[in-house]
């Protein structure tokens, strides 16, 4: 069955070349507020300004009938609503569309679950200072709401056990965020972008990752895992070893 999606208001218009692309229309964005934390201020490294995030293959937002479907279903509007205005209270909004921070697990199906899901109140603490750091990751450069889409992140313990996820998962904590670097399936070039993406994740974890508590994992492809429960990193096997993180990064 061919899947069917109702199209958001984000358009992307190209004159010459993709340095004069604008999308439309703009989307306001809170200005952020780094987290109060007990330790000293991230470093400024000189040598290494801000960057800019390379060129990738621009990401279609799209909204999926299915995630309409879902948000007229029982309370589920009115969760999202109580959840968004706990957050815009801390300064820690959603920098992609609603439906992709609300991806549950890429298993839902098998697991007899739901695609998408609210995080229930306990929890929510949790991803503030996760969603501080994503957006930091975006005011820097590093990413762009153009070049990445989140993949998961909160997960009920039943979908994180049917889905293979650890016990301890931060994800069942509502402190994760899962996101891929480019499209899904990335030309050459691309994955050439990718890879430098990666490389300036990497430059942020070893100066500012304590700063921000931040875990990160690099994997083979352009999956990305990031949360605030604690600096460390790993790569394809869970090992700090796998992870580009652990080399020296000029």
Same mark, same amino acid.
């Given at each position: 069955? $061919? ?18 692309? @604008? ?8 200005? @952020?507020? @780094? ?22 293959? @621009? ?22 609503? $109580? ?45 503030? $200072?996760?969603? *501080? ?39 069942? *904590? ?23 993406? *990666? ?8 100066? $500012? ?42």
């Amino acid at each position: 069955m $061919q899947k069917k999606y109702t199209y958001t208001v984000i358009s992307l218009i190209c004159i010459g070349s993709l340095s004069a692309c @604008v999308s439309q229309p703009k989307v306001s964005v809170s200005k @952020v507020i @780094v987290p109060t934390v007990t330790s000293t201020p991230p470093p400024t490294v000189a040598e290494h300004p801000p960057v800019t995030p390379p060129v990738l293959k @621009v990401i279609t937002t799209l909204q999926p009938i299915t995630y309409t479907q879902w948000l007229n279903q029982g309370q589920n509007q009115q969760r999202l609503d $109580q959840y968004k205005n706990y957050l815009k209270q801390r300064q820690a909004d959603f920098i992609v569309p609603d439906y992709q921070m609300l991806r549950s697990a890429r298993e839902w199906q098998n697991c007899n679950a739901s695609e998408y899901d609210v995080p229930p109140a306990e929890v929510w603490e949790y991803a503030v $200072q996760t969603l *501080k750091l994503f957006k930091t990751l975006k005011d820097q450069g590093i990413i762009s709401a153009n070049n990445i889409e989140v993949t998961s992140s909160y997960r009920a313990p039943y979908l994180n056990t049917c889905a293979g996820g650890a016990k301890s998962s931060s994800h069942v *904590k509502n402190a994760a965020i899962d996101f891929r670097i480019g499209p899904e399936n990335p030309t050459p070039q691309d994955t050439y972008q990718i890879q430098q993406t *990666k490389v300036a994740l990497c430059r942020f974890w070893q100066t $500012q990752g304590k700063y921000y508590n931040m875990g990160v994992g690099i994997y083979e492809s352009g999956q990305i895992h990031i949360d605030t429960l604690g600096f460390r990193t790993w790569g394809y096997n869970h090992s700090w070893r796998t992870s580009l993180c652990g080399e020296i990064i000029p």
